[in-house]
Structures are given as C-alpha cells and as structure tokens.
T-cell receptor, first 115, second 116 residues
Framework: DARVTQTPRHKVTEMGQEVTMRCQPI?????VFWYRQTMMQGLELLAY????????DSGMPKDRFSAEMPDATLATLKIQPSEPRDSAVYFC?????????????FGDGTRLSIL | AQKVTQAQTEISVVEKEDVTLDCVYE???????LFWYKQPPSGELVFLIR??????QNEISGRYSWNFQKSTSSFNFTITASQVVDSAVYFC?????????????FGSGTRLQVQP
C-alpha cells in the first residue's frame, strides 16, 4: 500500500535550534497538508498546498514557521527558532482533492520535543 | 465558521458491548464531506469512512456502522460487539467544498477504552 512518509519520527532538541520536518506524499496526490496535534489544541491545520502552491497557511506562526514544497515528492516544515511550546506531534497528509472528497492519508507523524 | 463537536471525551465499555460515538458539525456549505479517523495508541491516524453531504444513507462495514442525519447535523459512529483492539481515540472531521476549504476540521476526539 502507498504511504505518506515522514522523517524524522522523533526529534528532541534545545530551544532556539532550527527544526526541519520532511514529508513524502503519496505519488500522484495533488494536495499536501501539515497538521499539529497537542493535548490542548487537538489536531489543527498549519498549512496546505495544492499542486505545490501554498493555499492556506493561516494556522502557522509566520515569524518562526515556514512550509515549502520544493518538488512534488517533498514537503518541508521548518521551525526557526524553536520554542518549548512547539512541542507536539506534526502530521503530514496527502490527498487527491478534486470534487471527489478523497480522504487524506496521514503519515505516522514527527514527535517533536523542544527542551 | 466550520466546527466539529465530539461531546464525549472518554467512553469505557466492556468487550462485546455496543458503543456509539457522537459527532455534531456546523457548516454553511451545502456541499461537504464528513470523515471518521481512528488513532490507536501507536499514534497514527487511520481513515475509516467518508460521507458526502448528499448521501444520507447509513453505512455498515463489518462491526462498524455510521448514521448521517443532516436534519440534526450529526454523523454518529457505532461499533457493534466491541473488541479490545477497538481501543483508540476516534476523530470526526469535516471538509468543506463550497468554500474550497479542503483541509480537515477535526473534533476533539473521543477516547474509547474497551475492557476485556
């Protein structure tokens, strides 16, 4: 079965360090999403791309977060500088979103801990 | 604005009991999709079902069934004869078509514990 691949699976780093999370969407999917899961906020959207173009990044703190899709097989989410409040599980999801309402398929997540 | 409410924070049942997880949504769109995802203790998010706003037929898949009622803006999920492996957090989610907001808006999740 095709899967969304996220790396790294776990990341522990100190406050102030740059963090880069990577996502390989399912081949052929035209939409990529980044979500964050915390105990307090639950699952919330950070950003999403369609055909590599950013469509919505309103959920992302602009001063420290950035999301890009350098090519169709790679999406990145960067935090610089990182803060303890960024500790969360970050999920990437991809889908073939047209009018069909295709489900989003999620990667296993990156569990991020900022000390 | 879109919203998904899962009022049940945690449910505990004994194996073989039936259990229903409630989901109520809000949207101004006439065309939208509703989803259920399962998050087992290992942490991944597993897609269970999708339903579009024009299809109110109930669906059954093995021990799982879903009841979609537009009149009450609800999309409830029932597990029949629950098993320990059903223990997980279950999320209901909404995706809007008219506004083009295809990202998922999630409920807060319901943690289901099935005791042996």
């Amino acid at each position: 079965d095709a899967r969304v691949t996220q790396t790294p699976r776990h990341k522990v780093t100190e406050m102030g360090q740059e963090v880069t999370m990577r996502c390989q969407p399912i081949l052929g999917h035209n939409t990529v999403f980044w979500y964050r899961q915390t105990m307090m906020q639950g699952l919330e959207l950070l950003a999403y791309f369609r055909n590599r173009a950013p469509l919505d990044d309103s959920g992302m703190p602009k001063d420290r977060f950035s999301a890009e899709m350098p090519d169709a097989t790679l999406a990145t989410l960067k935090i610089q500088p990182s803060e303890p409040r960024d500790s969360a599980v970050y999920f990437c999801a991809s889908g073939l979103v047209g009018d069909g309402g295709q489900p989003q398929h999620f990667g296993d997540g990156t569990r991020l801990s900022i000390l | 604005a879109q919203k998904v409410t899962q009022a049940q924070t945690e449910i505990s049942v004994v194996e073989k009991e039936d259990v229903t997880l409630d989901c109520v949504y809000e949207t101004r769109d006439t065309t939208y999709y509703l989803f259920w995802y399962k998050q087992p203790p290992s942490g991944e998010l597993v897609f269970l079902i999708r339903r579009n706003s024009f299809d109110e037929q109930n669906e059954i898949s093995g021990r799982y069934s879903w009841n979609f009622q537009k009149s009450t803006s609800s999309f409830n999920f029932t597990i029949t004869a629950s098993q320990v492996v059903d223990s997980a957090v279950y999320f209901c989610a909404l995706s809007e078509v008219d506004t083009g907001r295809r990202a998922l808006t999630f409920g807060s999740g319901t943690r289901l514990q099935v005791q042996p």
